[in-house]
C-alpha cells in the first residue's frame, strides 16, 4: 500500500472519529437547548398550530365569501384567484393514452404529460374547471390596521 493511500485513510479515520464525536456535542447541545428553551418552544409549537388553524377557517370562510358575492377580494389582506383545472376520469385518460400511444408511462397515465395535451388539444371527454383558490396577504397587519385613505373633497 502507498504511504499516501495508507496516510488518507488514517486522515479519514480520524476525521469520521471527529464527526462521530461533534455529532455527539451537537446532539447535546440540542437537548440542553431544547430544555433550556421548552416552554418558548411550546409556545411557538402551540401558536404554528394556531395560526394553521385560522388560515384554514380564514380560507373556508374568505372562499364561502366568494361565492357569495362574486367578489375576488372578499376582505382586505385576501384575494382569491382561479384557476383551471382539467377534470377528468383516470379511467378515460389512460384509455386516450394507449389508443393515441400519447402520455404513458409503461402500463400507466403520465398525468402531468396529459394534463398538457388537454390544454394544447380537445379531448371528447373531461372539461375544464374553473377553481377558486384563496391566498392570504402575508402583510396582514397593514391591510387590516392602516387608516383607509381618504378622498380629497372637492371644495
Not at 49 to 68: D, T
Not at 127 to 153: H, M, R
Request: charged share 25%; net charge neutral; glycine share 4%.
Amino acid at each position: 500500500m502507498s504511504d499516501a493511500l495508507f496516510q488518507t485513510l488514517r486522515d479519514l479515520a480520524d476525521a469520521r472519529s471527529a464527526q462521530v464525536a461533534l455529532d455527539e456535542q451537537a446532539k447535546a447541545a440540542k437537548v440542553a437547548f431544547e430544555t433550556a428553551n421548552a416552554l418558548v418552544l411550546g409556545d411557538q409549537k402551540k401558536n404554528a398550530a394556531l395560526v394553521a388553524k385560522l388560515e384554514g377557517e380564514v380560507r373556508a370562510l374568505g372562499l364561502n365569501a366568494y361565492h357569495i358575492t362574486k367578489k375576488k377580494e372578499p376582505a382586505p389582506g385576501l384575494e382569491i384567484k382561479i384557476s383551471r383545472v382539467f377534470s377528468y376520469t383516470e379511467a378515460e385518460a389512460l384509455a386516450w393514452a394507449k389508443k393515441t400511444g400519447m402520455c404513458l408511462i409503461p402500463e400507466a397515465l403520465d398525468k402531468s404529460a396529459f394534463e398538457k395535451v388537454a390544454k394544447a388539444t380537445t379531448l371528447p371527454f373531461g372539461s375544464f374547471d374553473d377553481v377558486p383558490k384563496v391566498f392570504i396577504g402575508s402583510q396582514l397587519n397593514a391591510a387590516l390596521y392602516l387608516e383607509p385613505a381618504t378622498e380629497a373633497i372637492a371644495s
